[in-house]
């Protein structure tokens, strides 16, 4: 009789088989779900396991916290009320949880920014001085549970490069740089230019890679839309449709940073620690989020990862919003973080939320849409720039994870007592729902009540 261990590796193989691939020279296409094909809804083999649905869990973060006089709601469903800085998720509000008044105990009292950063995803302790020591985050603790049952265990993405050197507090910048820990002194290497991320998405390498993929793969999509059902085919020609538009967006960047490799080169500097745009990322960060965002999206829809950490901008920030009409950088803004600029710039990456939820949302999957068997969670790493207050935590949750996870809510801790608030406890009972089941992690021992 197989044992454990060959029912897994015989698991895997037929998850894996019974996806749909495109194929073509250098490169890889996975393919969204559909309902014509033996993929995910296949019956299953002898002594294998039925596969349902995938269930997908991605944190967003943003540096420096809100205008805290703009962000709350109020109420419940399709009735609640939104305040200035939350109106991008209008249209989501249904399927959204607003969750105040959590914290991350190892960050509170320890020094501001880094110590306040680094272990956002773990809540472990962080070491100051030269030697990294946190805790692993709970992205990688997901990728390392769940992660076998994907093509690629987690994407880390970010829109900012990481900076290095030590803050005054005598803690390592990688802690304000990094949310995604592989371990408790190694962060997981973050990609933060969307050309790389794009050919990650795709295998897509070797000497052909300046080519268009569809091209590549046009022979195989014809083949297959002859084969499939018509409602299946519209979703895949949407599919094409939107890898084209991306992949539009990706090729005007790839001559950007091939021309600041060769420039770092010539001057002896890393890309690194080259500024922006020097650096070959894109000038404009609205259309960086937008393609992190729309290779996020992609990699769901189609089982490329279940699991995805994306820094939209790290803390001590400097990044720019003259489309904002903010002057400052986003750190030095923070510091005013009641102002009409700052909350401007706090509805902005609440905007990076709903346009990666809305791109879900219009994925059909099943009987709802890839949203509905998501998780998006948006959360900073303080509350107050100006007082690097870090007691309580902005968060948002979107999605229902098949539906484990009740949507359309205000939840407040604030008053719960510090020993039931923890972010940690919020983390224990989203793990759970993706089927990861912890009896703790970081600092919480029980999962958040009302979860």
């Known amino acids: 009789m197989p044992n454990s261990r ?59 916290g809100v205008n805290a006089n703009h962000w709350w709601a109020k109420g419940a469903g399709q009735s609640m009320e939104l305040s200035k800085s939350l109106q991008p998720m209008e ?3 249904a399927k959204m949880n607003v969750i105040d008044g959590l914290f991350n105990r190892s960050a509170v009292g320890v020094g501001i920014h880094p110590g306040q950063t680094g272990n956002l995803l773990s809540g472990m302790p962080l070491m100051k001085g030269a030697v990294l020591k946190g805790g ?3 992205d990688q603790v997901l990728a390392n549970h769940i992660g076998q049952d994907s093509i690629q265990p987690s994407m880390v993405l970010g829109c900012e ?3 290095t050197g030590y803050h005054e507090t005598n803690f390592s910048m990688a802690y304000s740089s990094h949310i995604s820990w592989q371990s408790p002194d190694s962060p997981v290497p973050m990609e933060v230019y969307p050309s790389l991320a794009f050919d990650s998405l795709f295998e897509n390498h070797g000497s052909q ?12 999509a014809s083949s297959l839309g002859r084969k499939i059902s018509s409602s ?25 940073k091939a021309k600041a490799d060769i420039n770092g080169q010539g001057r002896g500097v890393p890309v690194v ?3 922006r745009p020097d650096n070959g990322l894109p000038e404009d960060i609205r259309e960086h989020m937008r393609l992190m965002c729309d290779i996020t999206a992609m990699a769901f829809q189609t089982d490329k990862t279940r699991v995805v950490s994306l820094l939209l901008c790290r803390d001590l920030s400097g990044l720019f919003y003259p489309f904002l009409d903010v002057r400052k950088a986003h750190h030095a803004a923070s510091h005013d973080d009641l102002s009409d600029d700052f909350e401007r710039v706090t509805r902005f990456y609440c905007s990076q939320l709903a346009y990666l939820a809305g791109r879900l949302e219009a994925m059909p999957e099943g009987e709802g849409t890839v949203l509905d068997n998501s998780c998006l969670l948006l959360l900073s790493n303080m509350w107050s720039g100006n007082r690097h207050d870090s007691t309580r935590l902005p968060i948002l949750t979107v999605g229902g ?14 008053d719960k007592g510090d020993e039931n608030r923890k972010v940690c406890g919020l983390y224990l009972s989203l793990m759970d729902k993706m089927g990861v089941k912890l009896n703790h992690f970081g600092d919480a021992d029980a999962q958040l009540a009302g979860i």
Do not use: C, H
Not at 209 to 220: A, G, M, N, P, Y
């Open 91 to 93: 249209s989501l509000k």
């Open 161 to 163: 490069q990481p900076i």
């Open 6 to 64: 060959e029912n897994s590796l015989a698991a895997r193989r037929f998850r894996l088989s019974r996806r749909t691939f495109l194929r073509g020279v250098g490169v890889t296409m996975a393919l969204p779900w559909m309902e014509s094909l033996k993929t995910w809804g296949a019956e299953p083999l002898k002594d294998v396991a039925t596969e349902v649905l995938p269930k997908r869990m991605a944190a967003l973060f943003w540096g420096n």
């Open 273 to 275: 620690m080259m500024k």
């Open 209 to 220: 890679r300046t080519q268009s993929i569809l091209d590549r793969v046009k022979d195989e």
């Open 232 to 256: 299946d085919k519209s979703k895949l020609d949407e599919y094409l449709t939107s890898v084209r538009e991306v992949e539009k967006r990706v090729d005007r960047m790839r001559g950007d």
């Open 401 to 414: 994870l098949g539906g484990t996870l009740q949507t359309g809510r205000v939840l407040n801790y604030l």
């Open 136 to 138: 692993i985050s709970m």
